[in-house]
Antibody, heavy 119, light 109 residues
Framework: EVQLVESGGGLVQPGRSLRLSCAAS????????MHWVRQAPGKGLEWVSG????????DQADSVKGRFTISRDNAKNSLYLQMNSLAPEDTAFYYC????????????WGQGILVTVSS | EIVLTQSPGTLSLSPGERVTLSCRAS???????LAWYQHKPGQAPRLLVY???SRATGIPDRFSGGGSGTDFTLTISRLEPEDFAVYYC??????????FGPGTKLEIK
């Protein structure tokens, strides 16, 4: 059974940092591109950042460029999102998701984790 | 930047009805990189259709996708109670990377 389990969310003050983690199981992790997608309260889905199968290529949405960094550890079947300089508009559920390399789609999804940026 | 528009924003329908959801792109996109997702409150989104018309693993055949260029559709041939949810289209392009449409909410009439 495929599982993606996010952790590390919570309440954080504006300007502070937070690191999300995603533990993957049930599929061949190193064959998949992995991404973070978020959903702000009452809004739709927004792609945040993606990393290719071996970490050699990273893409980011303009809204997080220079503040968020995606990374992966294939030995640990884990995905990470380092979020710096957080702002209230970063408040959202963050989903770990992935798809086969070069498929440009999102086959597997975690349940999501809430990040709230507020003073 | 490629913008996806979905219409209508909300649809009120009854189980058993047929529905076609629309996704329109601001410029032509590759059919290989157009997907549809179902999202229910409190749950993870679920991939339904990829590459415009290929059903994902385990997706019932009442779901079908089509289209090309700038106009794409997701059709549910006969609505089941569990189909009431929000549906998103998503595209990938080298210029705009990944974008989602704003979603269409299917609600029970």
């Amino acid at each position: 059974e495929v599982q993606l389990v996010e952790s590390g969310g919570g309440l954080v003050q504006p300007g502070r940092s937070l690191r999300l983690s995603c533990a993957a199981s049930g599929f061949i992790f190193h064959n998949y591109a992995m991404h973070w997608v978020r959903q702000a309260p009452g809004k739709g889905l927004e792609w945040v950042s993606g990393i290719n199968y071996n970490g050699g290529h990273i893409d980011q949405a303009d809204s997080v460029k220079g503040r968020f960094t995606i990374s992966r550890d294939n030995a640990k079947n884990s995905l990470y999102l380092q979020m710096n300089s957080l702002a209230p508009e970063d408040t959202a559920f963050y989903y770990c998701t992935g798809g086969p390399t070069l498929s440009y789609r999102f086959d597997y999804w975690g349940q999501g984790i809430l990040v709230t940026v507020s003073s | 930047e490629i913008v996806l528009t979905q219409s209508p924003g909300t649809l009120s329908l009854s189980p058993g009805e047929r529905v076609t959801l629309s996704c329109r792109a601001s410029q032509s996109i590759s059919s290989s990189y157009l997907a549809w997702y179902q999202h229910k409150p409190g749950q993870a989104p679920r991939l339904l259709v990829y590459a415009t018309s290929s059903r994902a693993t385990g997706i019932p055949d009442r779901f079908s996708g089509g289209g090309s260029g700038t106009d794409f559709t997701l059709t549910i041939s006969r609505l089941e109670p569990e189909d009431f949810a929000v549906y998103y289209c998503q595209q990938y392009s080298s210029s705009s990377l990944y974008t989602f449409g704003p979603g269409t909410k299917l609600e029970i009439k």
